[in-house]
């Protein structure tokens, strides 16, 4: 295998042979030049003079292409992400048409980020959570379970047990705070959960990933 050399002038680099230098990659379907890695700051200018000399055509086109096909290729990516954005499922269900206010905002953005990460990502189909090696990543697949089926199961017959807790409530002319007895248990039950939640997923942010 030859060694790479890495030249620091303009004069070092076209000494080298081909199979000695380390190009600076350039994704061009034909054998075109290679420019070099690095060189002295004093020295690109050299450089420029000896291809503008000994390749002008492959120069101008590579100048005035190359830059302006990649602005052109990153406008379509951002125009196809504004069409179809990659998290647009996460995001409608986040920012629906109606008004939500940010108490109830915030905790719904970790539970989409949840559901997001198992359903669109396939975290359970992706990652190996059972990790004898790093207990770590088999505790954080055990709550990752335990947090998606409490957003998808656990928390929606909670909302639905408090729903009809509500109308349970005896409306009566004489005010007592024990009516709500059941509300106010099936409350602090939900924010307990949510706020464990929310921390679960700030706290182990580096796993949400595939």
Not at 69 to 97: C, E, G, W
Not at 113 to 129: D, G, L, Q, S
Request: glycine letters at 0%; aromatic letters at 16%; one cysteine or more.
């Amino acid at each position: 295998m030859n060694k790479r050399l890495i030249a620091t002038t303009t004069e070092e680099w076209l000494k080298l042979n081909r199979s000695e230098r380390a190009p600076r990659k350039w994704y061009w379907p034909t054998g075109w030049y290679e420019a070099p890695f690095a060189l002295m700051i004093n020295d690109w200018d050299n450089w420029e003079k000896h291809i503008k000399k000994e390749y002008p055509i492959q120069y101008w086109l590579r100048e005035n292409f190359q830059y302006t096909f990649r602005r052109f290729y990153n406008s379509v990516k951002d125009l196809k992400n504004k069409i179809i954005n990659p998290r647009q499922k996460m995001r409608n269900a986040l920012f629906t048409s109606k008004w939500v206010d940010l108490v109830e905002l915030v905790p719904q953005f970790h539970f989409q980020a949840i559901i997001e990460f198992v359903e669109n990502e396939k975290a359970f189909e992706k990652i190996v959570w059972d990790d004898s090696l790093n207990p770590k990543t088999t505790e954080a697949g055990i709550k990752l379970k335990e947090y998606y089926n409490y957003v998808k199961i656990v928390r929606p017959f909670l909302l639905e047990k408090l729903s009809q807790a509500y109308e349970n409530v005896k409306i009566t002319a004489e005010l007592n705070d024990s009516r709500y007895k059941e509300v106010d248990e099936i409350e602090k039950q939900i924010k307990a959960k949510d706020t464990e939640l929310c921390i679960w997923v700030i706290q182990n942010r580096d796993f949400l990933w595939c």
